[in-house]
């Protein structure tokens, strides 16, 4: 087992994601293997694994007919699991494959708007940034989506987190809109560090970077 | 906010291996055992294939319990068993002894420290049971006092081996029933026995309609929407109060001061000796919850009664 | 020492009174120095008086790389009991049977004290040790600690739960196959499917020696593996006229009370036609001496056990009626067993619905069809009193019938 990790680990750094079927199968027992991955110790590992998922989505909708569900339960607190990776699945899931995430998705949307899981002091603040970087996903395919929870995105680029306000501005300039661009520009000075993950690859930027990167995407 | 480990983690390296905490005699014959007696209550000796013995001298134990407590059992064990000792399934604790001598002195300075030898063969062995108030979200009622309390009027049956057979007690704070209340010769169970009260503005934020409405046994939860929000309703005639939807949506709480208590339930068993594992039946559907010890209703004469 | 002020707490004091240990007494003593056991005390005692809990829901909590383990858990009113704003639980897997020595207590006990209010519960009834009560800060050292020390988290979520078992071989003269080892065995076999939950819900194993079934399993877990013999009871007829002689009602007591009326007493000899034996261990409970299981033993595994949320309370019902427990072949036979079923499951099974009620929805023939086990008459409690039969066969009217 471990060996075999270890092997779909390099697939999912050298982002091959069709190999991944051919090597380890085309069923269930590797899609809870990337399940899995979602709780690995390196960033990119779970990062990739996001991606993956989005793969799948598009390509092999059948192999993930129920995972929506149980990414949506890990995120309740009942479940006794921490839903790591799961808001950025259901992201990246619902932006390649929005019939699969219907059920789902308004949980994760609505999800920055309790105060208990995403304000201090009791937030589980990677959860948050996924959720975050989610709603840019979700609203960056299609923006309607998220215009309800808007403000309250705004407002998470005032958070005391650097990786909080990054994710915030990133998913703005995914968004788009009047409001965002606004607040965007208000970011382009901020020194705080965070990591992004975009077009697959893992990068520490500054805020400022970011909020520069987002308005030049909306401008174009 | 760290997400990055600073330095290799060990992981996955699963629980230590048995093999380390077994007395000598034990592992010496291991599948070996040939019978076992009962010396005295709370006293067994189980006797090898080669004729060696390992005493056990059971004593209860709250199951919540401090770190204080626990010392306490190794510290009795380092004086009377060369430290060796293990817990059972219904939560008592065992001192495992070689050493005949060893058994009334340790007798001795268990009850003297207060802990009560006893529960094997004919006896009640404990009370399995939950979390309740001390640490549950979803709990009718309190546990841990209900089975103090309960222990207390019948720890006669603890300590000695005067009932026609063995019983097994259990007590869980809600239905999920965390534990073996549903199979236990006799249990009491927290219930609730008013509806959720819905909170419409967060149910959609929190919760994914199709599992909350899923989640009812009796299929009372529809969806409906409430001033433009998506939202659910509960049939009221067919819930029957079980709070599974709460455990899946935070915003239909289900506690109720006035109306959570417990039901007793009585004539299950886990074991096939003799007969199929079996259902525990409904003995008394409620009993106000009347912390510490519900005395209002003199149930613990009634359980006496039965027994 | 104590720098808080300890709580009152006088309906709770009422339970320090009687003979039975006292968990109020316990923990008024630690909660002199353990401010979060002081405001756990305190909360308890407002619980006590509006007759409500006060935890709530809150964020998710957990330890790097691990997908469980941690059970998050937040006061509900933490301006009042600000030392139980957090008070989270931590799952340790327990040694197979439960067994310890005092020097491993004590680490725990020192790992759980310097990082924890120094409360636990031994044991949840899963089978772990459980620490409860901690803050989210505490919980990375918590787990290094222990990790350094040779212990590891239990299970929780929609995952495989931490395995238990009864002490079987340590201590049991009944055991049928080495429970404690398998126990070992397969928690260390899935530990990606203990840390990181991936299936509809949760999976709980529970390894039983012999049919007393010590350890509840047949009632409570998924997966039971009760221990077993297919051939002759061994008996020692010294031995029972041993207890004859102690004045014991042999027909009375033990061969009437056969369940299938196999047993015979002739007032000298037991005779067992070991054929109708069903092997349930009443008669070699209450004879031990005499006694014993036969000594082709192996286990007999059973499916679906589950409290009653949501379909109802299901015991384990029989999927393979004799399977040898074979150590030296790594079990290998139970384990490919185990993940046919759980490729089935977890592609059959929707959110939060158990083995047993996925089963009870499918159907068992197509269950048992998809895992590759043949039905057998051990399936079946009794044949169908239904008389709507899908018959696939008949006869045509075609000249040659």
């Given amino acids: ?220 | 906010m760290a997400t990055q480990p600073s330095a290799p983690r060990k992981t996955d390296i699963g629980p230590p291996h048995y093999e380390q905490f077994l007395h000598p005699v034990i592992k010496k014959n291991y599948g070996q055992w040939k019978y076992h007696e009962y010396l005295k209550p709370g006293v067994m000796v189980h006797v090898a294939e080669s004729g060696d013995k390992i005493y056990s001298i059971r004593v209860g134990s709250p199951r919540l319990i401090s770190v204080d407590v626990i010392r306490l059992f190794a510290d009795l064990a380092d004086k009377y068993c060369d430290g060796f000792l293990r817990f059972t399934s219904r939560n008592n604790v065992e001192f495992l002894t070689d050493k005949e001598k060893s058994i009334e002195p340790l007798i001795k300075d268990v009850e003297a420290q207060g802990y009560p030898v006893g529960g094997t063969g004919n006896a009640i062995s404990n009370i399995i049971h939950t979390q309740g108030w001390v640490h549950c979200h979803s709990a009718a009622t309190d546990v841990s006092g209900l089975v103090k309390a309960t222990m207390d009027e019948l720890y006669e049956y603890f300590v000695d081996m005067k009932l026609p057979y063995k019983l097994k007690l259990a007590a869980a704070c809600c239905l999920n029933m965390c534990g073996a209340v549903h199979c236990s010769d006799i249990a009491i169970l927290g219930i609730h026995r008013r509806p959720p009260k819905i909170k419409d503005e967060q149910v959609s934020r929190v919760c994914e309609i199709p599992t909350t409405v899923s989640s009812c046994p009796t299929a009372a939860i529809r969806p409906t929407t409430v001033e433009g929000k998506q939202t659910v309703k509960v049939d009221e005639d067919r819930c029957m109060f079980c709070a599974n939807c709460y455990t899946v949506c935070p915003a239909m709480p289900i506690a109720d001061a006035l109306n959570d208590g417990v039901s007793l339930w009585v004539g299950g068993k886990v074991s096939n000796a003799r007969s199929e594992p079996m259902f525990t039946k409904l003995a008394h559907p409620f009993l106000p919850n009347n912390p510490p010890r519900c005395r209002r209703v003199d149930r613990a004469d009634w359980l006496a009664e039965v027994l | 020492m104590a720098d808080h002020k300890l709580r009152e707490t006088p309906l709770l004091d009422d339970l320090q009174k009687g003979p039975w240990p006292s968990f109020v007494t316990d923990m008024k003593k630690i909660a002199e120095r353990k401010p979060m056991v002081n405001d756990l005390l305190g909360q308890l005692e407002l619980s006590y008086k509006e007759r409500v809990g006060h935890w709530k829901h809150g964020g998710l909590v957990g330890v790097i790389g691990y997908g469980g383990g941690v059970i998050g858990r937040y006061s509900d009113s933490p301006d009042k009991f600000p030392d139980v704003a957090h008070f989270h639980t931590v799952r340790v897997n327990q040694p197979s049977g439960w067994f310890y020595t005092s020097q491993a207590l004590r680490d725990l006990c020192d790992i759980w004290e310097a990082h924890g209010s120094g409360m636990t519960n031994m044991h949840g009834s899963t089978g772990d040790c459980v620490f409860l009560g901690t803050t989210s800060e505490e919980l990375e050292p918590i787990f290094a600690k222990l990790t350094e020390k040779g212990w590891d988290l239990g299970g929780s979520g929609s995952d495989v739960r931490t395995p238990s078992c009864c002490n079987a071989m340590a201590r049991c003269e009944y055991a049928c196959y080495d429970a404690m080892d398998v126990c070992y065995n397969i928690t260390m076999e899935y530990q990606d499917e203990l840390h990181r939950p991936a299936f509809p819900y949760k999976w709980k194993f529970k390894f039983a020696g012999c049919p007393n079934d010590c350890v509840a399993s047949i009632a409570r877990s998924d997966l039971s593996v009760i221990g077993t013999w297919r051939d002759d009871i061994r008996i020692d007829q010294a031995a029972v006229k041993a207890y004859a002689d102690t004045g014991m009602d042999i027909r009375a007591d033990v061969t009437r009370k056969c369940p299938t009326a196999c047993m015979r007493y002739d007032g000298k000899e037991i005779h067992i036609n070991n054929r109708q034996c069903n092997r349930c261990m009443h008669c070699i409970n209450a004879m031990p001496k005499a006694l014993r299981p036969g000594k082709d033993t192996g286990a007999t595994i059973l499916i679906g056990g589950k409290a009653p949320i949501i379909e109802g309370a299901l015991l384990s019902s029989v999927l393979v009626p004799f399977m040898k427990m074979d150590k030296d072949d790594d079990y290998q036979e139970f384990k490919d067993l185990m993940e046919r079923i759980w490729e089935f499951w977890d592609e059959h099974g929707v959110n939060r619905e158990r083995i047993g009620e996925c089963i009870e929805r499918v159907g068992l023939g197509n269950f048992l069809e998809a895992i590759e086990v043949d039905p057998q008459p051990e399936h079946v409690k009794h044949p169908r009193t239904n008389p709507y039969i899908f018959y696939e066969e008949y006869f045509e009217d075609d000249g040659t019938g």
């Fill in chain 1, 1 to 220: 087992m471990k060996r075999s990790r270890q092997a779909l680990v390099e697939l999912l750094r050298a982002r091959k994601y069709p190999e991944v079927l051919v090597t380890f199968g085309a069923h269930r027992k590797t899609v809870r293997s990337l399940r899995s991955l979602l709780y690995a110790e390196e960033a990119l590992v779970k990062w990739r694994t996001v991606s993956m998922f989005g793969w799948l989505a598009a390509e092999r909708p059948d192999l993930i007919a129920q995972e929506v569900d149980r990414l949506i339960w890990s995120l309740n607190d009942e479940a006794g699991s921490i839903g790591r990776g799961a808001p950025e699945c259901i992201g990246e899931i619902g932006r390649n494959n929005i019939g699969l995430v219907q059920h789902g998705v308004d949980v994760v949307i609505h999800y920055i708007e309790d105060p208990e899981t995403c304000r201090p002091p009791n937030r589980n603040t990677e959860i948050l940034v996924g959720v975050l970087w989610a709603l840019g996903r979700l609203g960056g395919g299609k923006p309607k989506r998220v215009q309800k929870v808007m403000p309250v995105l705004l407002s998470f680029t005032e958070d005391p987190d650097a990786a909080v306000r990054g994710m915030a501005a990133w998913s703005l300039g995914q968004i788009g809109g009047a409001d965002a661009t606004a607040r965007l520009q208000g970011l382009t000075e901020d020194a705080g560090v965070t990591l992004l993950y975009e077009d697959e690859q893992l990068n520490e930027k500054t805020v400022a970077a970011i909020a520069r990167e987002a308005l030049a995407h909306l401008n174009r």
